[in-house]
């Protein structure tokens, strides 16, 4: 079964430092991956998707994420957090044959002080 | 393009009461699926409609819960009788790419919470 853990529910850090938020998944197949970035009383926004095209992807606001095989990662990073970044993050798998159905990470809240 | 739109944004219930909410995909979206997010955890798949066809309830507590599409666009999700641990966000999500997870739009969600 596919499944996602991402290692951290906390990252605080200082606005115009970097940012890396943890994901490890487990696949039997070729993953299809996402982060997902969920703003207050907002809906659930996409910020990247792994399509196996290219091993590190970028997305939106400067956000990136690589892909390892061999570490089973997809860790999510920025090299300057904005004040505006503070919010839920969410690492994603979908089902091989589903690959509309999202199984997703339990979320990680990334603070940014100022 | 206007986004997924859902109501009520905000319902409190007491348990054993019944609740329904409302979705209205992206026009044009023939899939549309309800998630619930519960509290400290990633969102869960509880039902996907393809047009106005059912295509995975496979994770939908069916002996309280019940969700249609008429007409193939607009859907509510009913819960009856509410139990305490129903509290949770419910997103509607819609999509233009069957079988896709890239043409994925969700909507901003209803906060259910059961007292």
């Known amino acids: 079964a596919q499944s996602v853990t991402q290692l951290d529910s906390h990252v605080s850090v200082s606005e115009g430092t970097p940012v890396l938020l943890r994901c490890n998944y487990s696949?039997?197949?070729?993953?299809?991956l996402f982060w997902y970035v969920q703003h207050p009383n907002k809906g659930l926004q996409l910020l990247l998707k792994y399509t196996s095209a290219a091993t590190l992807v970028k997305g939106i606001n400067g956000f990136e994420a690589e892909f390892k095989k061999s570490e089973t990662s997809f860790h999510l990073t920025k090299p300057s957090a904005h004040m505006s970044d503070a919010a839920e993050y969410f690492c994603v798998v979908s089902e091989p044959r589903r690959t509309d159905k999202l199984i997703f990470g339990t979320g990680t809240r990334l603070q940014v002080f100022p | 393009e206007a986004g997924v739109a859902q109501s009520p944004r905000y319902k409190i219930i007491e348990k054993r009461q019944s609740v329904a909410f409302w979705c209205n995909p992206i026009?044009?979206?023939?899939?549309l699926y309800w998630y619930q997010q519960i509290l400290g955890q990633g969102p869960k798949l509880l039902i996907q409609f393809q047009n106005n066809g059912v295509v995975d309830d496979s994770q939908l507590p069916k002996d309280r819960f019940s969700a249609e599409r008429l007409k193939g666009v607009d859907s509510t999700l009913k819960i009856q009788p509410a139990k305490l641990e129903d509290s949770a966000v419910y997103l509607c999500?819609?999509?233009?790419?069957?079988?896709?997870?890239?043409?994925?739009?969700f909507g901003s969600g209803t906060r259910l919470t059961v007292v």
């Open positions: 999500a819609s999509s233009g790419e069957a079988g896709s997870a890239y043409g994925y739009t």
């Open positions: 696949s039997s197949y070729s993953p299809s």
């Open positions: 026009s044009g979206h023939a899939t």
